[in-house]
């Protein structure tokens, strides 16, 4: 049953609940959770799942991959032959310049 809503629970909340329980496997857990079959999936927690919100590009970023990209395919030999790899690490100075000039790679 799906409890449109349903209060916050904190770790420490979380865990007194499995200790009361006495979980000793992760079956034991998920079922709290999630509830099992024997009671039809039925739980008091909400599961939320949180996802990172890309932002949308811009127009200067839309317009700077149309010199960006023949870029990189004209110099990715070069990379193969120097790094032994052509991709671009987002964490290298390189990557982060490129995600600043077309966003997110």
Sequence with gaps: MIKESAPHVYRHQLENIIKEKN???TQGVLDIL????????????????RSVKIP???FAQRLNTLWVY???VVF????????????VDEDSR???????LIGEI
């Design 76 to 87: 990715m030999p070069f990379r193969y032959l120097l790094y032994g790899r052509s991709h």
């Design 70 to 72: 023949p870029l990189f």
């Design 23 to 25: 979980c000793k496997t």
């Design 94 to 100: 390189l990557g982060r310049m490129v995600s600043f």
């Design 56 to 58: 949308p590009q811009t």
């Design 34 to 49: 999630y509830g099992n079959h024997w009671n039809d999936y039925q739980t008091d927690f909400v599961i939320k799942y």
